[in-house]
């Protein structure tokens, strides 16, 4: 039996995967890059390499290209700022199980970007903590994150279950020794899973398996 959960947030929280997306690729447009989303899926959700290097290829110095992430980060602020981006079943499912089970959040989310997007979730109360960006040197698909997750919550390995969507949050929770279910996301619906220990069609799947548990 599991004694807590650690939740990735953008594409199984809130929807603003699509968002980031879309900041980068009219950003990087500027300067000539098309970036697809076959690119953009590979480049951030599997490699976690990003799209800079293709601007760079194009002739942009390294202060361009600082000034291009600047304006990517205040267009997804913007975004996000503009709607709700609470995904469905999410509320309905977190407070139920937290009532059960210690939570937190672990996410490569910048913190102002994270708490702009839970603005009007109403979601973090039910959360111990949320590691944000800052919180840790190396970024999935590294096991730093979930790694220190643990630390905080002193569980061991086989205490912690994750819920992640993207194949490099996959990669990051197997190298910590975890449990992952998998929740594709429509984004991340073609990555390879191989490696989860259960691929999900929806949170209402999680709330269920562990209603069983």
């Given at each position: ?14 929807d ?38 293709l ?78 960006r ?8 590294d ?65 269920a ?5």
């Amino acid at each position: 039996m599991f004694k807590a959960i650690l939740w990735d947030n953008d594409g199984v929280l809130v929807d603003t995967e699509g968002l980031y997306f879309q900041a980068t690729r009219e950003t990087i447009a500027s300067v000539g890059v098309d970036l697809t989303i076959d690119d953009y899926r590979q480049l951030f959700l599997v490699e976690a390499r990003g799209a800079w290097h293709l601007a760079s290829a194009r002739g942009v110095d390294e202060a361009g290209v600082r000034r291009l992430a600047d304006e990517r980060d205040r267009r997804y602020l913007e975004l996000v700022a503009g709607g709700d981006t609470l995904l469905p079943g999410a509320r309905e499912v977190v407070a139920e199980l937290a009532a059960r089970f210690r939570m937190a959040i672990v996410t490569s989310s910048k913190p102002e970007p994270f708490h702009r997007a839970h603005a009007a979730t109403g979601l973090l109360g039910w959360f111990e903590f949320a590691l944000t960006r800052d919180q840790y040197a190396r970024a999935k698909p590294d096991p730093e994150p979930y790694r220190i997750a643990c630390e905080r919550l002193g569980l061991a390995a086989r205490d912690v279950l994750v819920i992640e969507d993207s194949e490099r949050g996959l990669r990051s929770a197997k190298a910590a020794g975890l449990t992952c279910w998998v929740v594709p996301s429509p984004l991340t619906a073609p990555s390879d899973f191989t490696g989860a220990d259960a691929e999900l069609g929806s949170l209402r799947e999680v709330l269920a398996r562990l209603r069983g548990a």
